[in-house]
């Protein structure tokens, strides 16, 4: 996965995104036991949207240039399917703000923060994110205050 | 059967911790073993190919 953070972060360098940060399982795995996903989840804040429709026309054609292809929802770089999730309301575009630096083998990478990726799936509330929920609340060290103030702020309850 | 449960606890807050890349790997696993069922039952998924280091 080392190599798929390389390109994220070259991505990154040279503008095609303005920030990334992985989410999903993959970022619940960072915190509690390893987690089945086949995908990897990026959330990205794209440049010059605000207010603005998005598109992933120039993020693809940038990962195309590269040969990396689409697979559905996902482009695969290096061998991980990679999808990409333009924030997409207040929660989340202050979770990839607040996303941690973390180290992967050699490689800085962000993911976002344990209490973000609660109150994600608080939010979302598929049968999955409530287990997600479950297992945050019972394996990540979550700052309790962090996660109520956070709650509150984004109209949210556990 | 509670210190076997409390085994099983143990053993998964023992998973948590382990450092980021060994998780990443464990999930690969993962994806290995329950590819072929998934598949059986129709769904289509990608065993990550990626970099195996020790």
């Not at chain 1, 997600?132 to 609340?137: A, G, K, S």
Request: hydrophobic letters at 45%.
């Amino acid at each position: 996965m080392e190599r798929t953070l390389r390109v994220l972060n070259d991505l990154e360098r040279a503008g095609v995104v303005s920030r990334y940060a992985i989410g999903g399982a993959m970022a619940a795995t960072f915190y509690v036991e390893p987690v089945l996903t086949f995908d990897l989840d990026v959330f990205i804040v794209l440049p010059g949207t605000s207010g603005a429709l998005l598109t992933l026309s120039p993020l693809y054609e940038a990962l195309r240039a590269q040969g990396y292809r689409e697979e559905k929802e996902c482009v695969n770089i290096e061998g991980v399917p990679v999808q990409f999730l333009p924030a997409y309301n207040a929660l989340v575009e202050e979770a990839l703000a607040e996303a941690r630096e973390v180290i992967y083998e050699a490689t800085p990478t962000r993911v976002l923060r344990a209490e973000h990726l609660l109150a994600i799936a608080l939010q979302t509330d598929r049968a999955k994110d409530r287990e997600r929920v479950r297992l945050l609340r019972e394996q990540a060290s979550l700052d309790s205050d962090y996660l109520a103030t956070l709650l509150v702020r984004h109209g949210l309850a556990l | 059967m509670a210190r076997l449960l409390t085994a099983k606890e143990d053993r998964r807050r023992m998973l948590a911790g382990l450092p980021f890349p060994d998780k990443v790997r464990a999930v690969v696993r993962l994806q290995r073993m329950v590819a072929p069922v998934l598949r059986a039952r129709g769904r289509e998924v990608r065993v990550w190919n990626i970099e195996e280091s020790a």
